[in-house]
Nanobody, 126 residues
Framework: QVQLVEFGGGLVEAGGSLRVSCAATGFTFSGYAFEWFRQAPGKEREFVAAISRGGGYTYFADSVKGRFTISRDNAKNTVYLQMNSLTPEDTAVYYC???????????????????WGKGTLVTVSP
């Protein structure tokens, strides 16, 4: 059974840091690129970060560039999103996603998501 389970969300003060994780089961982890998306209250879901299948390429939304990093551990079938210098505007439900697109598609912002997690809530207080 395919599952993406996010964890590590919570409440953090502005300026703080948080790491959310995504554990994947039921498919060949190393064969997939992974993405993080987020959805703030009353807003549409938006792209946050992506990492290629081998982990050598990463991409970020302009709003988080320089503050967030994405990484993966193929031995643990887990993807991470490290979030630093958080602001209240980062408050959202963060979703993990998996896709089989190659790096060229990731670079162009074409994700072709096959699997979604259910999300983890990150709340940043002023």
């Amino acid at each position: 059974q395919v599952q993406l389970v996010e964890f590590g969300g919570g409440l953090v003060e502005a300026g703080g840091s948080l790491r959310v994780s995504c554990a994947a089961t039921g498919f060949t982890f190393s064969g997939y690129a992974f993405e993080w998306f987020r959805q703030a209250p009353g807003k549409e879901r938006e792209f946050v970060a992506a990492i290629s299948r081998g982990g050598g390429y990463t991409y970020f939304a302009d709003s988080v560039k320089g503050r967030f990093t994405i990484s993966r551990d193929n031995a643990k079938n887990t993807v991470y999103l490290q979030m630093n210098s958080l602001t209240p505007e980062d408050t959202a439900v963060y979703y993990c996603a998996a896709s089989r697109v190659d790096n060229d598609y990731l670079r162009r912002g074409i994700y072709g998501v096959e699997y979604w997690g259910k999300g983890t809530l990150v709340t940043v207080s002023p």
